[in-house]
């Protein structure tokens, strides 16, 4: 079975700094994709960033960005220039074919102003 | 609807109590998930429909869950004799499809239950 693994239950960063957020899988698909969801104190669990594992090229979405080692089987989320609006859990997510998404235990980003 | 509305945002019941929790998903969304998500950890899924069919059910703990989607559009997860461990935020998800890995899952704000 899948498994996914945030092994930093707890990050802080201060504002405008950068944060990387560590997770790792483990998998014996070779075409599956990975995901960063954000889940602030409404719940509600949104998109950050995701990465084809068939492409090499690490996936980037304005401040956010992936480094995708499939080797290591490693997947973690760069944050630059942190906000406070950043604060938040975030969760590393899995996925292969049509199976539904796998999470990990999530990271809990503090932003110090 | 413009996003994915689950209903009650807040449950709490008393053991052994029956509880429903509706999740309607977006608008021609053809897959639907429902997660569990326990305090401090991550999202564990439970149950996915594909239209009105249960595609996958293997997340379901035991036989006390149940879930329903008659129509192929709003969900209810049925809970039976709840029990307290069965407190927890209840997610629910949709997609377009379920069959492409990279379709992106939309959440809800998700049901907070609480068995007392």
């Known amino acids: 079975a899948q498994t996914v693994t945030q092994s930093q239950p707890e990050m802080s960063v201060q504002e405008a700094e950068t944060v990387t957020l560590s997770c790792t899988y483990d998998t014996s698909e070779s075409d599956y994709y990975l995901f960063w969801y954000k889940q602030p104190p409404s719940r509600q669990m949104i998109l950050v960033i995701r990465?084809?594992?068939?492409?090499?090229q690490n996936a980037t979405e304005n401040r956010f960005s992936v480094n995708f080692q499939k080797a290591a089987k490693s997947f973690s989320l760069k944050i630059s220039d942190s906000q406070l609006g950043d604060a938040a859990m975030y969760f590393c997510?899995?996925?292969?074919?049509?199976?539904?998404?796998?999470f990990g235990k999530g990271t809990r980003l503090s932003v110090i102003a | 609807g413009a996003g994915v509305s689950q209903t009650p945002s807040n449950k709490v019941t008393e053991k052994g109590k029956y509880v429903e929790l509706r999740c309607d998903p977006i608008s021609g969304h053809t897959a639907l998930y429902w997660y569990r998500q326990s305090l401090g950890q991550g999202p564990e899924f439970l149950i996915y429909?594909?239209?009105?069919?249960?595609?996958?059910d293997s997340g379901l703990p035991n036989d006390r869950f149940f879930a329903v989607r008659p129509e192929g559009s709003v969900s209810t997860l049925k809970i039976q004799r709840t029990e307290r461990g069965d407190s927890a935020v209840y997610l629910c998800a949709s997609s377009l499809s379920g069959s492409r890995g990279d379709t992106e899952a939309f959440f809800g704000q998700g049901t907070r239950l609480t068995v007392v």
């Open positions: 990465q084809e594992a068939y492409k090499q």
């Open positions: 997510a899995y996925r292969s074919g049509n199976t539904p998404l796998v």
């Open positions: 429909f594909q239209g009105t069919g249960a595609a996958d």
